[in-house]
């Protein structure tokens, strides 16, 4: 019941249809802490920006928030000083329904550009969303998606230590199956805990989650301009206080990318139209630049991505694609292996057999292995294949 | 007849097919100047390159060549030691045929990657080559193209000044249709001319046109390991010698300009599964590389591409691609218009007729303008739309 952002003591959720999607889909959820909590917010480096995220940039400058609506079949962007206004208006209906401050309460919106909120839709049903709020975290992992066809939520319990060792809890939720790109990998990505931890504690942990998992997904190298992952922390596992650089750190922090590389994964799986999941994974490259650019080149080729698709045995592709990621390569010293099989050596193409490296394409999990001997630095990013269907879907 | 490459004095071309490609379909072509010449060449960026560039470059050193030969369905890239052994060979055979030495000859190739080159079967097939050359250039231009659907070469004369008015001939073939991408847009292209001119400026003219024509066009995002662009030069116009800086290399250079454009644009109206082209014209950028960046990465956008693929007035995908270029933006300036329809202006979507743009969005050429109102720099890039029939082609 309660396996996504409902599992840390606490925290309730809820998802109901307001009538923005058509065939009363649910479009509406609300994450919510019973008792007060912080936020960190990390947001699209797009330099057009979602209102929803203009709006959470001004209430994060105090790290106090408590509930976080989420829109979804709507991104409300480019839509001017009117949406600016609208998500001033649903926020201040959510903060009246919850008896809260309006800065306690954050944004995130997805969809269509460029269309303004159903606003009357919209504030009619914030009541009612709140009413709906409970311990079960599904209605809001529904509410949230658009084009995806799966929810996508998990949670993790670690232990961490003080006086007593205190069980501190995590959940997440996200959605995204398009407009998935180089940063921050144009998704929405909600995350809860009971931990008691710093403001500037929390934001490292989820600046470190993100970049080693939703920032190394790639569906169509597209980066929205809604973009946002948010963690809420409301103390309720009154743990010792996790502070910046201690051994609770560590450990909270390696909790949070677990569920943050889980999360991305979900989301690539469910990719618009995909089929398979690509694995990527670079080492001995000559610095982690190197090594994530040619880890994101290699999983986002389009070329690559529908060779795959056709289970078409053509790592030619590979080697064009990592070759112009503008990074240091050289072709005689490189190893290229898929499914681990060993198809180019030092400069030489092996003498595999063809068959055997066609059939092991048709697997749904692909993994792609580029040992550079150029340094240490490693890196693994993680794509989908293109197919016909990924057309079909974004051109209605 | 003699359209393309053969149109200016002494030049002659041909095309045959050796076996290399299936169903007899002509696989090889020649290039030849009937008297001595100097060349200009410029080569992917893509730090994979074919055994043919590799080659190339060497014999480029000099600038002294008079014949090329052209491979097409197989790339001789990732082919190690054997690759760079066969390339030679076939030079050689070429050489031997035309009376050259192996350094006047220059060689491209396109096709699959890691493969092997036919060579007993392109060895026998150069004297017959040899014997085919003639004024007509089709045979050529026909046996360069992979999954290209039509054959693309142009000419132009131009008057180039000196105690007599004297004109200048230029001709020009190229292929491309996948693997196109940011830089010299992966694809082959050969210009022949009969213009006296230096060494130097012959460079600078070709460096000149491609950065205006083929490296501002994009199907796929892909940059190949086989991009070529060869220019000889044989000095049969008699013209006075055209020098770097003077009034005739820039007739010159403004007549290279045009072919290489005109060759661009059909290379992006022939793209894999390409229904439209797309023109994306960016004024009013801050510097360059910004227009460029933004012009491009529109261009280049797989969902911009296919929303246009489906007559999708869906706007907001065009301000996400410009958004994530990494080029200056402000959201409150720019005016967005397509096909002449304003559609975002200052900040504010626009009161336009959304039918009227969806039915403007049923033309072949889709022309997109962005005025970011923050300087005087301006670029055009060109792309095509997003198919079906890409991901149909390229899977197999």
New interface residues.
């Given amino acids: 019941m309660n396996s996504g952002v409902t599992y840390p003591r606490g925290f309730k959720a809820a998802g109901i249809s307001c009538g923005i999607k058509k065939n009363t889909k649910k479009d509406l959820a609300l994450i919510h802490s019973d008792s007060r909590a912080i936020a960190a917010g990390l947001f699209t ?5 979602s209102a929803s995220i203009l709006i959470n940039l001004k209430h994060l400058r105090k790290p106090d928030a408590q509930a976080i609506l989420i829109v979804s079949g709507n ?1 409300n ?5 009117r949406g600016i206004r609208d998500s001033h208006t649903i926020v201040q209906s959510v903060a009246d329904s919850l008896s809260l401050k309006k800065e306690e309460i954050l944004l995130a919106s997805t969809g ?3 269309i303004f909120l159903p606003i009357t839709k919209i504030k009619r049903a914030i009541p009612n969303l709140v009413t709906h709020l409970s311990e079960d975290s599904n209605s809001a992992a529904e509410a949230i998606l658009t084009t995806d066809k799966r929810i996508k939520e998990t949670s993790l319990a670690t232990k961490i230590f003080g006086r007593s060792k205190r069980e501190v809890r995590i959940g997440g939720m996200a959605k995204g199956a ?2 998935i ?1 180089p ?1 921050l990998a144009t998704m929405l990505a909600f995350f809860t805990t009971d931990a008691v931890i710093e403001p500037a504690a929390l934001r490292e942990a989820l600046t470190l989650a993100v970049r080693s998992s939703f920032n190394l997904i790639t569906i ?6 809604n973009d946002s992952a948010i963690i809420l922390a409301n103390g309720e596992a009154r743990n010792r206080k996790i502070k910046k650089g201690s051994e609770n750190f560590s450990k909270f922090s390696s909790a949070l990318n677990k569920i943050s590389l889980l999360l991305a994964k979900l989301i690539v799986a469910d990719g618009e139209g995909a089929e398979k999941v690509i694995e990527v994974k670079v080492k001995g490259a000559w610095c982690q630049k190197d090594a994530v650019r040619i880890a994101k080149t290699v999983a986002g ?3 690559v991505k ?2 795959i ?2 289970s ?1 045995p ?4 590979i ?6 990621a503008r ?3 050289n ?1 005689n010293l490189l190893d290229l292996s898929i499914n681990g099989i060993l ?2 050596s030092k ?3 092996q003498n595999y057999q063809e068959e055997k490296l066609r059939e092991s394409l048709n697997k749904k999990e692909i993994k792609i292995e580029i040992n550079l001997y150029l340094g240490e630095s490693r890196s693994t990013a993680f794509g989908c294949d ?3 269907e ?3 879907i ?3």
Same sequence: chains 1, 2.
């Fill in positions: 480096t797009n330099k057009i920006k991104a962007t480019c839509t001017g000083k269509r550009i460029g398009g407009m790109g940063n169509d190298n597209e980066e929205s301009t080729s389009n070329l529908a060779a698709a056709g078409f053509n790592w030619g592709r080697m064009a694609a990592l070759g112009r990074a240091r390569v072709l198809v180019f400069g030489e193409k293109l197919t016909e990924y057309v079909r974004n051109k209605e």
